[in-house]
């Protein structure tokens, strides 16, 4: 079986401070791994995916997250944020080989940005 | 451009009523997903489809059937719609091994209330 969890269901920060957001996985193997967001009223939009390969990958609008294998973790971060990132931030998990490419989603982190 | 796209984007049903959410996309991928989301639950599925013709049961498939007569179109269906049906659905496309690419493409949603 596999799972995602995002311990924090909230995370407030400034304007203009770095950001990191959590995300652990539970799978036997190495999974792919993908980060989304959610405007409000929106669909979810990818920010970056991780399949292989070097373990910090960049994505949209500057963030980029690291795997870590040990930690079975792939945590999202962002040097500066700015109050446009106000959303809510999804991880989630495919198994490789899948003809289905299904996600597992974790719950969601919602993330607030004051000016 | 590639698209997914929903309709009705809000709806109101009575319980007990039938109720059809339509999804459409443009991308020729052989995956569509129906999901919807809830607070502190992220993104469960509820049915998904390998192509033309195929339906089959996600996680939480009670209550809803699903119907994809094209590549291009994928339907929910709520027979006798109820109160703990109020949610917001998402469909998404993708190709899962087939295309060697794991990402998903949501629409925008669609909000429904069953009063």
């Known amino acids: 079986a596999q799972s995602v969890t995002q311990p924090d269901a909230r995370v407030t920060v400034s304007e203009g401070a770095s950001l990191q957001l959590r995300c652990k996985y539970s799978?036997?193997?190495?999974?792919?791994l993908f980060w989304y967001v959610q405007y409000p009223r929106q669909g979810l939009q990818l920010l970056l995916k991780?399949?292989?390969?070097?373990?910090v990958v960049q994505g949209v609008n500057s963030f980029e997250a690291e795997f870590s294998k040990s930690n079975s973790s792939f945590h999202l971060q962002k040097a500066s944020v700015h109050w446009s990132d106000s959303a809510v931030y999804f991880c989630?998990?495919?198994?490789?080989?899948?003809?289905?490419?299904?996600?597992?989603f974790g719950a969601g982190t919602q993330l607030i940005v004051i000016p | 451009e590639a698209a997914v796209t929903q309709s009705p984007r809000n709806k109101v049903a009575v319980t007990g009523g039938k109720v059809t959410l339509s999804c459409n996309q443009t991308?020729?991928?052989?995956?569509m997903y129906w999901y919807r989301q809830d607070t502190g639950h992220g993104l469960r599925l509820i049915h998904y489809?390998?192509?033309?013709?195929?339906?089959e049961k996600g996680d939480i498939p009670d209550g809803y059937k699903a119907s994809r007569p094209s590549q291009e179109n994928f339907s929910l269906i709520l027979e006798l719609a109820t109160p703990s049906q109020t949610s917001v659905y998402f469909c998404?496309?993708?190709?899962?091994?087939?295309?060697?690419?794991?990402?998903?493409?949501f629409g925008p949603g669609t909000r429904l209330t069953v009063l």
């Open positions: 991308n020729n991928h052989n995956n």
């Open positions: 998404a496309s993708g190709d899962g091994d087939w295309g060697g690419s794991y990402e998903q493409y």
């Open positions: 989630a998990l495919s198994r490789r080989g899948s003809a289905l490419g299904r996600l597992h």
């Open positions: 799978y036997s193997a190495t999974p792919y």
């Open positions: 489809s390998y192509g033309a013709g195929s339906t």
């Open positions: 991780y399949y292989s390969g070097d373990p």
